[in-house]
Nanobody
Framework: QVQLVKSGGGLVQAGGSLRLSCSASRSILSINAMAWYRQAPGKQREAVAV???????NYDDSVKGRFTLSRDNAKNTVYLQMNTLKPEDTAVYYC?????????????WGQGTQVTVSS
């Protein structure tokens, strides 16, 4: 089992920045990928950004140029830096991990953290 512990989030004005972090209880050198999802009220959960074991990143069009993924292997932590936040970024954010040699898909999820962007 892997536990993902998140921190960050909160309330910020439009145009502001927040950083989310997701710390894994197992080395992230063994991941296939880690991802950030979000779910806004009344909407389906959507993928926001993903980072692969090799360090490649991919972003949803809605956050490209504003959100940036990074990782600290020594701390087993992945970060999501969110800049130029918009009210439509308001959602509960989740991190998820897929590890090599395990079931395909994100088997491990962190607890959600609320991000609220006021206009």
């Amino acid at each position: 089992q892997v536990q993902l512990v998140k921190s960050g989030g909160g309330l910020v004005q439009a145009g502001g920045s927040l950083r989310l972090s997701c710390s894994a209880s197992r080395s992230i050198l063994s991941i296939n990928a880690m991802a950030w999802y979000r779910q806004a009220p009344g909407k389906q959960r959507e993928a926001v950004a993903v980072i692969t074991n090799g360090g490649a990143t991919n972003y949803d069009d809605s956050v490209k140029g504003r959100f940036t993924l990074s990782r600290d292997n020594a701390k087993n932590t992945v970060y999501l830096q969110m800049n130029t936040l918009k009210p439509e970024d308001t959602a509960v954010y989740y991190c998820a991990a897929e590890y090599r040699g395990e079931v395909i898909g994100y088997a491990y999820w962190g607890q959600g953290t609320q991000v609220t962007v006021s206009s």
